[in-house]
């Protein structure tokens, strides 16, 4: 009877805690999806097209920085660049994988492609849908 009881208490605890991290997924898996719907399903630094599957979510503050659990400081980004922005500030990110340095490691140069790349393709599928008349053309993009 004892060993019935400790076991059965072995199995609460566990299913207790499978619930607790179940929830947790589900509320992060929600931010990230939401976030990645306010976002236009695209990375916030790169712009690479994401999916539910590939999306990651981005502390824009970084929490050894000070930033908070909240969904104002979270954003939809894609693995690659969340590992690579580690701890930077946004701004700080964003210069340099915009402008990098000859003497920036390879991966910022990759992002820079990347992002160089999705604004090339999201251009020219804007231009596609101006010319068939699908979109409207608003204004010109200078920010490639
Ligand atoms: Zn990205």
Redesign the pocket.
């Given at each position: 009877m004892a060993k019935y009881k400790a076991r059965s208490n072995f199995r609460k605890k566990n299913s207790a805690k499978r619930k607790t991290t179940l929830k947790h997924a589900n509320f992060n898996k929600r931010e990230r999806e939401g976030k990645l719907r306010e976002q236009g399903g695209q990375?916030?630094?790169?712009?690479?097209g994401l999916n539910h599957k590939t999306v990651t979510l981005e502390h824009v503050r970084a929490r050894s920085k000070g930033g908070i659990n909240h969904r104002s400081n979270y954003k939809a980004?894609?693995e690659?660049?969340n590992q690579l922005k580690g701890n930077m500030s946004e701004a700080a990110f964003k210069k340099k994988i915009k402008h990098p340095a000859v003497t920036d490691p390879f991966p910022y140069w990759e992002?820079h492609i990347?992002r160089r790349l999705s604004l090339a393709t999201n251009r020219s599928c804007r231009n596609i849908r101006c010319y068939v008349g699908i979109e409207v053309r608003q204004r010109q993009y200078a920010d490639c």
């Open positions: 990375c916030c630094y790169c712009f690479t980004s894609c690659a660049c992002a990347r």
